[in-house]
């Protein structure tokens, strides 16, 4: 089980909701939500299309305000960009003009936490051989697939270990064995360095393998419709457990309170 | 039976054929049309379009006089102009796509100037600087900075704002965002704006040179012309158009080196 219980959360969302105004309409984009995620704990949220839940992903970054309730990050309201969050977005923001070496090593650049070239280059090798890029470092964004330009953007974040990991489907523009790859790696990553984990998924295979805990969102304005705890081992095999039957029955209560919200949030 | 021959080579070696077909059929037509005009001329007489032989024969000419020097003079005024313009361009344009309120204070003054056609501030430029170089020099600056700033400022307004947000979220300090992200971004801009305003540099110069000049080809052009000497107005245009090509082959040459990650994937 997960550390930390009866500290404060690491991320708290106390009746956290977003508004948008669209053409002068206003759009609920998340309703009044309450989630504590505990240090070190691995949450998904799973949902339809536009249910919120890059919203929460962005309020807990401070790339968004909340337009009521708060967000605290280690006990305090999100003021401004939260800079101690690594957050992988949907939209790939590489550097076009650099190498995807480049590209994984700039967080080390920065004068924040100013690296020898050497050591940058050790741990770019590193993260190449992670996110199986070998033989495309020196390739330009704009020569690599989707997902391998996912991999690179996963390669870049996790480069600088930050020690909470916000990540926007990550693994979506993936093919199916590679998925299976790259969630091995985070799981073991992201336990060896003990980071807080908010991950955004559609797939609900995907965040049971991974997660501590699964909370499925409602269509839009995004609610927290239910929350199942996956009291499922680690280390998980993501390859195999997927067989297992307390996978099976887990998956089975999920997809009943999921499909509902997929249908209500096809826009026909 | 050519069908046949066509169909047994595979891709590669046909395109480069048919590239091949396409290089002798554009030299076929250079070719005609100089015949047509030499054998028109011929039989029509020339005192208005001279001849392609006769063109010929000035530019031996003049390559063996002062034809040199003349280049020497637009072309530094190119150069000059270019260089200056260019940089102050590049400098305005980051600097106001950083600072979108004086950016909004200027805009109107900024549009105000170059709505003035900038070639007829030729007259004014020669009353203040003189016959040589200098007024050339100050037109090409003035038309070159304008081009280059506006490419660069809207390229500055262009950089996508979650790339931006994602590298501040990384801790990057303003002046990392400009070096690592502004800057570079701007640069296919700013060369695209660099190979708009290489034409434009070279008709500033030769507008100059037409008005008020003893030097370059625009004088060499307006000389000729004063003396009716048809053939050593197109004689000054050959030269002018050659310069034109070799200028914009360059710029094409830099670019595509300097912004090898775009032309990557292609």
Known sequence: MPPGDGATPKIDFRRAAKTFAVRGQHVAALAPIDLAVRTEEFVALVGPSGCGKSTALNLIAGLLRPSEGQVLYDGAPVDGLNRRVGYMTQKDTLLPWRTAAANIGV????????????????????????????????????????????????????????????????FGALDAQLKLLMQDQLQQLTRQRRMTVVFVTHDLGEAIALADRVLVFSARPGRIRAVRDVALPRPRDVFKMRFTDAFGRLHEALWNELKDEVAKGVDV | MTEAAISSHDGAPRAADSG????????????????????????????????????????????????????????????????????????????????????????????????????????????????????????????????????????????????????????????????????????AWIMAGVKIALPYALAAATTGELLASRRGLGALLAHAAQQFDMTGVYAALVVLMAIGILVSEAAAWIERRMLRWRHAAG
């Open chain 1, 107 to 170: 967080a080390l650049e920065l004068a924040c936490r100013a690296t020898s070239r050497r050591e940058v280059a050790e741990r770019v090798a590193q993260m190449i051989d992670l996110v199986g890029l070998r033989g495309f470092e020196h390739h330009y964004p704009g020569e690599l697939s989707g997902g391998m330009r996912k991999r690179v953007a996963l390669a870049r974040t996790l480069i600088y270990e930050p020690e909470c990991l916000l990540m926007d489907e990550p």
């Open chain 2, 20 to 187: 091949r077909a396409v290089l002798v059929g554009q030299i076929a037509v250079g070719v005609g049309l100089l015949g047509a005009w030499e054998l028109a001329g011929r039989a029509f007489g020339h005192d208005w379009t001279s001849l392609p032989s006769l063109i010929a024969v000035r530019l031996a000419a003049w390559a063996l006089g002062d034809l040199a020097g003349h280049v020497l003079v637009t072309v530094t005024e190119v150069a000059v102009g270019l260089a200056l313009g260019g940089s102050a361009g590049v400098v305005a344009g980051l600097a106001l796509g950083r600072l979108p309120v004086i950016a909004t204070v200027l805009r109107p003054i900024i549009v105000a100037l170059y709505s003035v056609p900038l070639i007829t501030m030729a007259p004014l430029l020669i009353l203040w600087f003189g016959l040589d170089l200098e007024p050339k020099i100050v037109l090409v600056t003035v038309v070159v900075f304008f081009l280059v700033f506006f490419n660069t400022f809207a390229g500055v307004g262009t950089i996508d704002r979650d790339l931006i947000a994602s590298f501040q979220l990384l801790g990057c300090t303003r002046r990392e965002e400009f070096l690592k992200i502004v800057a570079p971004a701007s640069l």
